[in-house]
């Protein structure tokens, strides 16, 4: 009867209901993660595809070394990115060419009462 009762005990504990589990889901789930990120990269597509098949697919394809990074940067350089004005576009209610013509009207006149204040 007593070694009943420790069986039973045992079964009862803690440890054996959260722990047991925890720890079998932790470790299952690592080894599951392990099997479905080796598939990914098993089967990945790499192929390399030539600058004329790419053409054929209807993409451009510049030159090695005409867009480089000096070049943008000194296309951004020459902008005059200190004068800008922020144009709200139309809404989808809006019928297009009187919105925007309301809104440039309307823009004028807060630069004029800017100006002049």
Do not use: C
């Amino acid at each position: 009867m007593a070694g009943l009762q420790k069986l039973r005990n045992f079964f009862q504990s803690r440890t054996l209901r959260y722990g047991v589990p925890f720890l079998a889901l932790v470790l299952g789930g690592s080894f599951g993660l392990q099997y479905f990120a080796s598939l990914r990269y098993e089967f990945r597509k790499n192929r390399f595809i030539s600058p004329k098949e790419l053409e054929a697919l209807g993409d451009k394809v510049k030159k090695p070394g005409t867009v480089t990074l000096e070049k943008v940067y000194e296309d951004i350089q020459k902008m005059d990115i200190d004068n800008w004005r922020n144009k709200r576009g139309p809404r989808p209610w809006e019928p297009e060419s009187e919105g925007s013509q309301e809104i440039v009207k309307r823009a004028e006149e807060r630069q004029r009462l800017k100006q002049n204040n």
